[in-house]
């Protein structure tokens, strides 16, 4: 039925006027027409500036310069190109290497050196291979076979594979030298855009990942710093319990012998409000000077109260030494006030209680969190403090 249908339509149409050959390899400048010996009897414009070779293409066997890629593992034969016009043909033209066979054995020379070719691939996988010069790599050509039977040839109608755009200067191809009529132009510039738009996403994907280590290294960093300010609040061991889940109350623990230490500054008054900066900053000083003897004995500072400096030892971490250490504390802090030299005043004076027994520490509440000392221990220092002479250490 369809045959008929076909007949019917070639009926109705009129005979076309003969033109010449070349017209048609105007319209596919990368053609390529063979006889019955397979020799080739006429070549696209474009094909033969592209050609590097200084021997011509033409009245030359196909098998010296082309190599059949696709359908793979048939000979390249004039029996077989009549038997596959329908299938897509892909022949790649050799411009670096000398094929010089013969056509009879083309089959069979053409799968050993594939197999050649393929095994020195896989064996150098590893190895960079030098980008070829412009206009010297291998062409690839895609088309149909057509058979023209006035004439008894078969004209292989092709368009070279493109894949980008940075390929043409190797093939020695212009864009502009790609058949108009066909998709292929249209599919390396579809593919350059695409390229393209890939480059662009894979830049902001770079630059994401430059700001996400930057926000990671950001985030380290504050977090280093809170960390540092939370340890300056309550003890390293129980802020990880309350990091952990735990609650404040869960913190709370009772030991059997701690020491408390209080030192007061003495003489420090302000009617003004000069003289209250003079205060703070005198203050700071006696008090960063405190500081930096805590982890010399062992010893935790509690809080400022004020003019008030509270510690303890034994707690949170136990020491049979906490008595020592506190006492050893003391001495050092009467000899490091007393080396001070503060702008605006001869000397600083401070008065010191200290007391030892039970005591029950923890975290009280969640708005300030701090670490709190409670029982008649903390109440008993504070006394001895109150009741101290200056440069004085009040202990029982």
């Known amino acids: 039925m369809r045959g008929r249908v076909l007949k019917g339509a070639l009926a109705q149409t009129k005979k076309l006027p003969a033109f010449p050959i070349y017209q048609l390899l105007e319209l596919f400048p990368f053609g390529i027409i063979l006889n019955p010996s397979m020799e080739i009897m006429g070549v696209g414009q474009k094909l033969v500036e592209i050609w590097t070779n200084k021997e011509p293409l033409l009245g030359a066997s196909v098998n010296k310069y082309f190599k059949l890629r696709r359908p793979k593992g048939i000979p390249f034969t004039w029996k077989n190109l009549l038997y596959l016009r329908k299938v897509l043909f892909e022949i790649e033209l050799m411009r670096n290497e000398d094929y010089s066979e013969d056509p009879d054995d083309h089959g069979e020379e053409t799968l050993k050196k594939d197999h050649v070719h393929q095994a020195l691939a896989e064996s ?52 502009n030298d790609l058949n108009h009529h066909g ?52 003890p390293q061991t129980v ?52 500081d930096a003897l805590m982890d010399k004995f062992n010893v935790y500072k509690v809080e400022t109260v004020g003019q008030i400096y509270m510690v303890a030892s034994g707690a949170p971490e136990r020491t049979k030494s906490h008595a020592q250490n506190v006492s050893d504390l003391s001495l050092c802090m009467t000899k490091e006030v007393a080396k001070l ?17 039970p005591a029950v520490a923890g975290v009280v509440g969640l708005k300030v969190p701090r670490y709190c000392f409670f029982g008649d221990t903390v109440n008993t220092a504070s006394r001895m403090q109150s009741t101290s002479t200056v440069c004085k250490l009040h202990f029982v």
Not at 219 to 229: S, V, Y
Not at 350 to 355: A, V
């Open 183 to 234: 998709l292929s132009k249209e599919m390396v510039l579809a593919g350059w855009q695409h390229n393209s738009k890939l480059e662009l996403m894979f830049d902001q994907a770079e630059q994401r990942s430059d700001q996400l280590e930057k926000n990671y290294e950001l985030l380290d960093t504050w977090k280093r710093r809170g960390d540092d300010l939370l340890y300056s609040m309550i």
């Open 341 to 357: 030299k503060i702008p605006g005043r001869d000397k600083v004076e401070i008065r010191i209680g200290i007391h030892s027994g």
């Open 124 to 175: 150098n996988t590893t190895q960079l291979a030098p980008s070829p010069e412009p206009g010297t790599k291998n062409v690839l050509l895609k088309g149909q076979m057509k058979h023209i039977g006035d004439i008894n040839v078969i004209f292989f109608l092709c368009s070279p594979i493109i894949n980008d755009l940075d390929e043409l200067p190797e093939l020695g191809i212009f864009l």
């Open 239 to 290: 802020a990880d319990r309350l990091r952990s889940g735990n609650s404040p109350l869960s913190t709370c623990e009772s030991f059997e012998a701690v020491t408390i230490s209080f030192c007061e500054l003495v003489g420090l008054h302000s009617s003004t409000v000069e003289e209250a900066m003079n205060v703070v900053a005198c203050m700071n000083a006696v008090f960063s000077c405190f």
